[in-house]
């Protein structure tokens, strides 16, 4: 998509990324938030550490932002061990596999982001390595083939992914720990923006104006911490430093950030909906020619939070705003009716 946005979940730069390593915890003590998961992972750790073992591999999946990559090097520091990271995209052959996995001493991670995207060539290869510790490669070819196979140290596979549906079965089979991470309460963004303040050297800070960054950031520590660094600088060139309920108001405002964490792409999609098709039902590639804008980028960055925040109605007939969604907006839609899909036929309730 080309339009660029504060409150997006994906990193948007090679800078950004390396002010979150910044901020980022180090030991699973310090991690906020997912507590369900978190525990999980504190008992296969210390068994694994009890075993002298590596821990079963992991898959994380969910949305961006919500600490994936983060938990991956949290468990290889626990591990003590190295953590070599790679992505789906890059591994486009099975030999790519070979030198991340022979790289691998006795209890290494490997990280694997966007795993969803492995090609079906490398995503066999890595089976016997999840299983037995070893990788199968053809010599030669023809009559004159012949398979050798190395023996590879005991690692752990951690996998990212925000579209868990696209794995396949058997891969997804080979994973001993599998979890969803959710979106984050407002009191957990709050207790990792505090944190990011005393990282950041931020001293002058009221605790309802951090409440207020939390309360805007989506449930994503990635888009409260890139709002934190926004009014922290707006602090500092009209504040004094001073981060105040006013200065937050102001420095979001000028973000076109507005009390939900709606931004104008957000707006601007619910008032395509709500004006030019009089609040829907509306096919998404309508919406998409409408706005400009690309339809598969819409509906994987934009429809989620709307979905979330109740703004939105996917059904049989399009997407749908809600009365909610309406209001947010201030279009007025007479009659909003809403297709719940049953697995028979649709109902209709009106909202």
Not at 257 to 278: F, H, S
């Amino acid at each position: 998509m080309a339009t660029e946005r504060i409150i997006t979940g994906e990193s948007a730069s090679e800078e950004e990324a390396r002010a979150n390593w910044a901020l980022r915890p180090e030991r699973i003590d310090q991690f906020v938030g997912q507590r369900e998961l978190i525990e999980r992972l504190r008992i296969g750790l210390e068994a694994a550490n009890g075993r002298d073992e590596p821990m079963d591999h992991v898959l994380l999946h969910g949305p961006p932002g919500l600490g994936k990559t983060t938990l991956a090097h949290v468990i290889a520091q626990e591990m003590g061990a190295s953590l070599v990271s790679t992505s789906g995209p890059a591994l486009t052959r099975g030999t790519d596999l070979v030198g991340a996995l022979t790289r691998l001493g006795k209890h290494d991670v490997l990280f694997i982001d966007e795993i969803h995207r492995l090609p079906t060539a490398v995503e066999e290869f890595i089976y016997p390595a999840m299983e037995d510790h070893r990788i199968d490669v053809q010599v030669d070819s023809g009559m004159h083939a012949r398979t050798v196979s190395i023996a590879l140290q005991p690692f752990t596979l951690i996998g990212a992914t925000t579209r868990a549906g696209l794995l396949t079965g058997p891969l997804r089979s080979r994973f001993g720990v599998s979890h969803n991470l959710r979106y984050y309460e407002e009191s957990d963004l709050l207790e990792i923006l505090t944190r990011s303040c005393a990282m950041l050297s931020i001293a002058g800070f009221e605790g309802e104006a951090l409440a207020m960054i939390a309360s805007r950031s989506r449930g994503t520590p990635r888009v409260a911490n890139r709002l934190l660094r926004r009014v922290r600088d707006y602090a500092q060139v009209r504040a004094q430093g001073a981060l105040s309920v006013r200065v937050v108001e102001e420095a979001l405002a000028l973000e076109g950030v507005d009390a939900l964490g709606l931004d104008e792409l957000d707006r601007r999609y619910l008032r395509t909906i709500g004006q030019t098709y009089k609040g829907g039902p509306v096919g998404l590639e309508a919406i998409a020619a409408t706005m400009g804008e690309d339809s598969g980028a819409l509906e994987a960055v934009v429809e989620p939070f709307l979905l979330q925040v109740g703004f939105l109605a996917r059904t049989r007939r399009g997407r749908q705003l809600t009365a909610d969604g309406a209001g947010h907006i201030g279009v007025s839609v007479a009659s909003i009716e809403v297709m719940v899909e049953t697995g028979g036929e649709p109902e209709t309730a009106t909202g």
